[in-house]
């Protein structure tokens, strides 16, 4: 299974235990494949810079970080801008668009989101929107 993930879920999964947490870990076990945007990157590393600069589990945060870059498919924004602006027509925050356009461009099984502007799209385009238990569920 080969999945888009959001900045909100690898924040999750740097910073705190849960599912999120287990989808990253699971994913440097080689059992999903995440497809990470190149605008996500650039969000992950403006949050922790303004949020997440003081946390205490910074530095194993960024340790892991390290980790699943290194191991994820990174994918240009040349990859995908193509198809930024018309899935930004399309969504309620159009700062959502690199999520859906990335994913669409290399033909993922779906996107890894909690954010409800991109839940409510049920199946846009073909592409399967999953919450993170429902990927874990899935790889058992």
Not at 6 to 22: I, P, Q, W
Not at 119 to 140: D, F, M, S
């Given at each position: 299974?080969?999945?888009?993930?959001?900045?909100?879920?690898?924040?999750?999964?740097?910073?705190?235990?849960?599912?999120?947490?287990?989808?990253?870990?699971?994913?440097?076990?080689?059992?999903?494949?995440?497809?990470v945007?190149?605008?996500?990157?650039?969000?992950?590393?403006?949050?922790i810079?303004?949020?997440?600069?003081?946390?205490?589990?910074?530095?194993?945060?960024?340790?892991?970080?390290?980790?699943?870059?290194?191991?994820?498919?990174?994918?240009?924004?040349?990859?995908?801008?193509?198809?930024?602006?018309?899935?930004?027509?399309?969504?309620?925050?159009?700062?959502?668009?690199?999520?859906?356009?990335?994913?669409?461009?290399?033909?993922?099984?779906?996107?890894?989101?909690?954010?409800?502007?991109?839940?409510?799209l049920?199946?846009?385009?073909?592409?399967?929107?999953?919450r993170?238990?429902?990927?874990?569920?899935?790889?058992?």
């Amino acid at each position: 299974m080969r999945v888009a993930v959001d900045a909100n879920t690898v924040l999750s999964g740097l910073f705190f235990s849960g599912n999120e947490r287990r989808l990253l870990l699971a994913a440097l076990r080689g059992a999903v494949g995440l497809v990470v945007a190149e605008d996500t990157v650039e969000e992950v590393y403006e949050v922790i810079g303004e949020t997440f600069r003081d946390h205490a589990d910074l530095p194993g945060a960024l340790d892991l970080l390290d980790a699943i870059l290194a191991s994820v498919e990174l994918v240009p924004r040349r990859a995908y801008a193509e198809g930024l602006a018309p899935w930004a027509r399309r969504l309620r925050d159009p700062s959502d668009a690199p999520l859906l356009a990335c994913a669409e461009a290399v033909h993922a099984d779906g996107v890894v989101s909690g954010d409800r502007d991109v839940l409510e799209l049920r199946e846009p385009r073909g592409l399967a929107i999953y919450r993170t238990r429902e990927v874990l569920n899935r790889l058992r």
